[in-house]
């Protein structure tokens, strides 16, 4: 069963643009979840969708956004881009939400210059 | 809100056993998860507890005490690709919530020959 996919894997931005980053669950699950990764905050929670429906949603401002299509893979785009938004941006599936098995992708790693 | 508290380093010889010690002072509890992570790689699940007591898988075992706020994961018969770090999360009690965990920011863990 292939794991967990994101693309792109790198990414360098310019301050003031968007990006969009991707997410492909591992076939069969129906749960994604995101999260922003970097050396002063650690791992935070940035939002879960389920569904196609966003269940729960971290202390992130409105410029990150994200949905989730039928087949269960997602999306989340930041919008005007600034320099603290440099990260490895997870996401991690699961069956059901909740599950506490979760498996994470390789990640984005997104540098805002 | 969840405070989750990890110390930042520690240093153990091939061979050996090591500890890691989390704390955590949160308004809800359903359950605390372990994750180890190569650098550069996507954090991998090890352990999760919900219940009071010892779960122990391999060479890895958990444990945790509810009343006390408190986990550790011990690592046995340490080998250098344990060299990671890891990751204390717990999610919280309500429904709602439980695609969302929240972290600690991670332990490093040095093994040397």
């Known amino acids: 069963k292939a794991g967990v996919t994101q693309t792109p894997r790198y990414l360098i931005k310019t301050r003031g643009q968007q990006v969009t980053l991707s997410c492909s669950p591992i076939?069969?699950?129906?749960?994604v979840s995101w999260y922003q990764q970097t050396p002063g905050q650690g791992l935070q929670f940035l939002f879960e969708?389920?569904?196609?429906?966003?269940?729960n949603k971290g202390n992130f401002p409105g410029r990150f956004s994200g949905r989730q299509f039928s087949n269960s893979r997602s999306e989340m785009n930041v919008s005007t881009l600034e320099l603290g938004d440099s990260a490895l941006y997870l996401c991690?599936?699961?069956?059901?939400?909740?599950?506490?098995?979760?498996?994470f992708g390789p990640g984005t790693r997104l540098t805002v210059t | 809100g969840q405070n989750i508290d990890q110390p930042t380093e520690m240093t153990a010889t091939e061979g050996a056993i090591v500890q890691i010690n989390c704390t955590y002072q949160?308004?809800?509890?359903?359950?605390l998860f372990w994750y180890q992570q190569h650098a550069g790689e996507a954090p991998t699940f090890l352990s999760y507890?919900?219940?009071?007591g010892l779960e122990e898988k391999g060479r890895f075992s958990s444990f945790l005490s509810r009343s006390k706020g408190y986990s550790y994961l011990l690592l046995k018969e340490l080998q250098m690709k344990d060299s990671a770090s890891y990751l204390c999360?717990?999610?919280?009690?309500?429904?709602?919530?439980?695609?969302?965990?929240?972290f600690g920011a991670g332990t490093q863990v040095v093994v040397t020959p």
């Open positions: 969708y389920f569904s196609e429906t966003q269940r």
């Open positions: 076939s069969g699950h129906r749960s």
């Open positions: 999360a717990v999610r919280d009690e309500r429904a709602d919530s439980w695609g969302k965990l929240q």
């Open positions: 507890n919900v219940l009071d």
């Open positions: 949160t308004s809800g509890f359903n359950g």
């Open positions: 991690a599936s699961s069956f059901i939400s909740g599950s506490y098995e979760q498996y």
